[in-house]
T-cell receptor, first 113, second 112 residues
Framework: NAGVTQTPKFRVLKTGQSMTLLCAQD?????MYWYRQDPGMGLRLIHY???????AKGEVPDGYNVSRLKKQNFLLGLESAAPSQTSVYFC????????????FGSGTRLTVV | TQLLEQSPQFLSIQEGENLTVYCNSS?????LQWYRQEPGEGPVLLVT?????EVKKLKRLTFQFGDARKDSSLHITAAQPGDTGLYLC????????????FGKGTKLSVKP
């Protein structure tokens, strides 16, 4: 009963370092998403994917890249981390169609110093 | 531009009280969802409403989608400490390529 699994759960980066956040889902969902959650800002969409091999930009894509090489995995990369990217990152997945809700992972808390 | 406005931002009540949380927009949404998020966890889906005027009940929680599909409300009867959390509304808007747009949330605290 795993659902959506995110790794790592916590990470501290120095400015300029790079890292990849991993998201895996075992529900055979077509759609996957990366959000960031900041105090007073709510959840904002970074990138999303509607299927294996396809990705698209969301509301706040700058400074991030993504890849969906396998249906079950969605990777979020930070090439050169900045303090403004300090946030909690959530991955989610869903079936196509607005009647279906999103299943979220438990998040990655990232601090960039 | 914040498409979904939630009110109140914070709510602190005693166990047994009733409460209503609101989610409003000037835009029409084709569907609305409500999530609850606990500290250190991701949001968990409570309900999806897709028809204007629709009312759904989930135990002590009642969800309503406005007739014009621009607003929604969540009513909790006889709140319990286990209801404590961040309540988020999210909608599918025509201009968002079908992706969910989230409100900023209402932080509810229910004291014993």
């Amino acid at each position: 009963n795993a659902g959506v699994t995110q790794t790592p759960k916590f990470r501290v980066l120095k400015t300029g370092q790079s890292m990849t956040l991993l998201c895996a889902q075992d529900m055979n969902h077509e759609y996957m998403y990366w959000y960031r959650q900041d105090p007073g800002m709510g959840l904002r969409l970074i990138h999303y994917s509607v299927g294996e091999g396809t990705t698209a930009k969301g509301e706040v894509p700058d400074g991030y890249n993504v890849s969906r090489l396998k249906k079950q995995n969605f990777l979020l990369g930070l090439e050169s981390a900045a303090p403004s990217q300090t946030s909690v990152y959530f991955c989610a997945s869903s079936r196509p169609g607005q009647a279906y809700g999103y299943t979220f992972g438990s998040g990655t808390r990232l601090t960039v110093v | 531009t914040q498409l979904l406005e939630q009110s109140p931002q914070f709510l602190s009540i005693q166990e047994g009280e009733n409460l209503t949380v609101y989610c409003n927009s000037s835009s029409v949404f084709s569907s609305l969802q409500w999530y609850r998020q606990e500290p250190g966890e991701g949001p968990v889906l409570l309900v999806t409403v897709v028809t204007g005027g629709e009312v759904k009940k989930l135990k002590r929680l009642t969800f309503q989608f406005g007739d014009a599909r621009k607003d929604s409300s969540l009513h909790i009867t006889a709140a319990q400490p286990g209801d404590t959390g961040l309540y988020l509304c999210a909608g599918v808007h025509g201009g968002s390529q079908g992706n969910l747009i989230f409100g900023k949330g209402t932080k509810l605290s229910v004291k014993p």
